[in-house]
Each structure stands twice: as C-alpha cells, then as structure tokens.
C-alpha cells in the first residue's frame, strides 16, 4: 500500500489532502505540533469528512494516524517508509520543516532507494520551493545529488473552502467543507508516479496558482475585510452586500485583466472562474468568518501575495486596480483583536505612521503611486465606515 505522510493535521490536512490521498488509497500518517490533535486521531484512527450543500455528505477516512513533530523515532520510520510528504501548515512553517526533513531524509537515503515526491499545499506562490530550498541549502554535494535524483518537489495549487463551521459532529476531529475542489500539481517535477486521483498535473503551474491566489484568495480576502468593516460575521453575509459584491467583482476584474495578458488566458474563461468563485462564497451552510478568512493580514498583504501582486501587475500594464486598492486599505483597517498580527499592524500604524507600516509590509517603496493610492483609499474608507 502506497504511505503519506502528512505535516499539519488541521483543516485543510484533513478536510482535502487526507480525504484525497485517502480515496486514492493511500496509506496516512498525519504529522502536528498539537499533542491533543496527536491523540485525538490516534483514539479515533478515522474522521468523517461532512460535505456542506443542499443535500450534506459524509465520508469517512479511515486507518489513519498521527504522530507528534517532536517525536523523532516515529517521524524517522514514518518518512523512510513514506512514498509521498505533503504539507498544510501554513506557509511561514515551511522552513522549520524543511529544516527538520532534512536528517530524515538522511536516513532515508542510508536505507532505502526508492523515489519520493515532496509536495507543500499551502496559499503562497511556489510554497514547495521553499521546503525543496531549506532542505538542500544546508547540504553537501552528496546529499543534493541524491535529493536532485530521488526526491520530487512539485509546486501545487490548492483550492477547497475548508471553515471553522460549528456544525453537529459524530467525532471532534470531523472535518466540514464545501463540495468544491481543485489540486493542481507540477507535472514536470514528479519523479515517478503520484497516484493521486482527483489532482490534475499542468505543465505549467505558474497561470493555475496566481489565478487561484488572485481571483479567489485575494477576492475572498476583499470580502472578508470590507465584510469586518462592515461589521459582518460571515462571508456569505459579507458578499451579498451590493456596496462588497460590486467590489470584489470589480477586482476580479482588474485581476483577470493582468491574468489574461500575463499568461494569455481568455478573458470569458477567467469569468467564469470568477462568477464560480463568487457562487462558492455564497454557500451559507460554510458559515466562513470573515476574521478566519482574513486571518494573518501582514502575510495577505505582503508584496507576493494575493492581493498587493495582482495590484502591481495592474500598475504595471497601466490599469489602475481601483477596485483591489479597497480590499487592501480595509486590510490595514483589520484591527480584530484576537489576531496577533492584525494587532501587530495597528501598533505600527500608531507608532511608525501610516505610509511606513503600509511599506513596511508590502515592500513597496513609501513614495511610490501605488502605495499613495492605498493610503488615499485607506482614509476614504476610513472617513466613511468610522474605524478608530
Ligand atoms: N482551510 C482552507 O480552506 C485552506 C487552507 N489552505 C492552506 O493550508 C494551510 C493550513 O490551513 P488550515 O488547514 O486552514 O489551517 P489549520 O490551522 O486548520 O491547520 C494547520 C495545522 O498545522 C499544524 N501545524 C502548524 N505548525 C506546524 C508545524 N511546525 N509542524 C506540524 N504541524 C504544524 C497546526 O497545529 C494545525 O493542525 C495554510 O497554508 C492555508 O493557507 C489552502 C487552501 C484551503
Ligand atoms: O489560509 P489563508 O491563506 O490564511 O487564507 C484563507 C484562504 O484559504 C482558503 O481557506 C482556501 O483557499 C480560502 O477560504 C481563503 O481565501
């Protein structure tokens, strides 16, 4: 039986990676931080994946389990034997994993010969890179050789709405989601077979994730902070708003224009995509919070992201984003509490001022157009819903 070994249990861990490679009969190990996590699967050893829609869903995954990141006689066997690593663990945790992948591997390399493809599943342009990058920079000629030779590190578009939603579970580590999903995978970097049914390998991933991270990341991200602006709870709320709808539509637009020239895509294609997107939003049994969708706005607006990148491509062929400007200033507007690094941003807006937090975290230069544009729009916006 083909085994998977996958770093970071939680929602999209379990709810899309887990639930695929499961189907395509794989074998799962989950890897996490949370020791309670840990046990929970190891007591239940399946969960049931509950599909959200008019009709709900259940599936189950079974024999599965886990073990903790710091428990190295487990992890060692666990990645020797393993014919696939993935990871959901948030993209800044990517470098601390790869770090830790790297004496593993070593081992692997001392006992077995058989290929293995590394696969980071994370909202971040080319987030494998960054695992295949921590793993090779602390090693000898030996050691890249081999890793270039045996081991696959393809980049991979994920896209599956998995919510925090507080629904009627048979186990607490049953997993809601929405009936959608997309895997797209690096076909040119797999070394052997993947065996993934359901992930589609593209030649060229480049066009798939920035149309991902632009027109659905960066749309949901624009409806999440104008939505907690505006004092909604949910995005399903938030996106039927007109004043929110119009836009969110807006800067899928603008998005898609910069798409389409970029990477020669036909503008009704990504349209489509768009008008889908936003249906997806709708979907009230998601019960998404805006302040789970917005969550860690210093990573969502920074300048390779999903909102900040596609506004400076627009720049860049002479659109003005005027519509992606608003999802950005009312990001700097996010100031929930409990997120630190929304907290984070306030601090420095109080004690840096605005145009140097605003370059502080999106890299752009203070007295550039572009960052002045989001400055303007930060004080309409501000003027008009009354924040702080
Ligand atoms: N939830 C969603 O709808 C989607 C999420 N993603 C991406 O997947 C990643 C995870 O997101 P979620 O599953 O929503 O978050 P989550 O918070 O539900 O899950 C992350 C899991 O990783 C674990 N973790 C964190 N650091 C770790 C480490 N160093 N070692 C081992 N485990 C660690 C956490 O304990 C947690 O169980 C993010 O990069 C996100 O952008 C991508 C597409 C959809
Ligand atoms: O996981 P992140 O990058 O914090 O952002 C949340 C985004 O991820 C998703 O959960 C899935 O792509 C979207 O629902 C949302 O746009």
Redesign the pocket.
């Known amino acids: 039986m083909l085994k998977a070994v996958h770093?970071?249990?939680?929602?999209?861990?379990r709810g899309?990676i887990g639930y695929l490679l499961y189907k395509s009969g794989y074998e799962i190990t989950f890897?996490?931080?949370?020791k309670e996590?840990v046990e929970s699967i190891n007591t239940y050893k399946r969960y049931n994946v509950i599909i959200l829609k008019d009709n709900v869903e259940k599936e189950e995954v079974k024999n599965i389990k886990a073990i903790h990141?710091e428990d190295e006689k487990k992890l060692s066997k666990a990645i020797v034997d393993a014919d696939i690593i993935t990871t959901?663990?948030?993209?800044n945790?990517l470098k601390?994993?790869g770090e830790k992948l790297i004496n593993y591997i070593k081992i692997r390399k001392a006992n077995i010969d058989k290929p293995l493809n590394i696969m980071a599943?994370?909202?971040?342009l080319f987030a494998t890179n960054i695992l295949k990058n921590s793993i090779l920079e602390k090693g000898d000629k030996d050691f890249i050789d081999y890793v270039n030779q045996k081991i696959g590190f393809p980049n991979t578009a994920?896209?599956?709405?998995?919510?925090n939603v507080d629904i009627k579970k048979e186990l607490p580590i049953d997993v809601a989601v929405e009936d959608f999903y997309e895997w797209d995978i690096e076909k040119k970097a797999i070394i052997g077979d993947l065996n993934i049914k359901g992930a589609e390998l593209v030649d060229d991933l480049e066009p798939y994730i920035e149309r991902k991270l632009f027109l659905l990341n960066g749309a949901h991200a624009t409806t999440a902070y104008l939505g907690y602006l505006k004092g909604y709870k949910y995005i399903h709320e938030a996106i039927e708003d007109d004043f929110i709808r119009n836009i969110v539509s807006g800067m899928q637009e603008e998005a898609s224009l910069a798409l389409s020239k970029k990477h020669n895509i036909k503008k009704d294609v990504l349209s489509q995509y768009a008008s889908k997107v936003i249906k997806r939003f709708k979907n009230s049994y998601l019960k998404d919070e805006v302040v789970r969708v917005g969550r860690e706005p210093t990573r969502k607006l920074a300048g390779n992201d999903r909102l900040i990148m596609p506004a400076k491509f627009c720049y860049e062929i002479g659109v003005m984003p005027k519509f992606i400007l608003y999802g950005i200033a009312a990001g700097f507007l996010f100031d929930y509490k409990e997120d630190p690094k929304a907290c984070e941003i306030q601090d420095d807006i109080r004690n840096l001022g605005l145009e140097k937090t605003i370059s502080k975290v999106t890299g752009l230069e203070e007295n550039s157009g572009l960052l002045q544009e989001i400055v303007k729009k930060y004080k309409e916006l501000k003027e008009a819903f009354g924040k702080r």
Not at 7 to 13: V, Y
Not at 31 to 34: A, N, R, W, Y
Not at 88 to 91: I, N, P, R
């Open positions: 770093f970071g249990a939680g929602n999209i861990g899309f890897v996490d931080i949370s996590l990141i959901s663990v948030g993209a945790n601390g994993i599943c994370e909202n971040a994920v896209d599956r709405i998995v919510p």
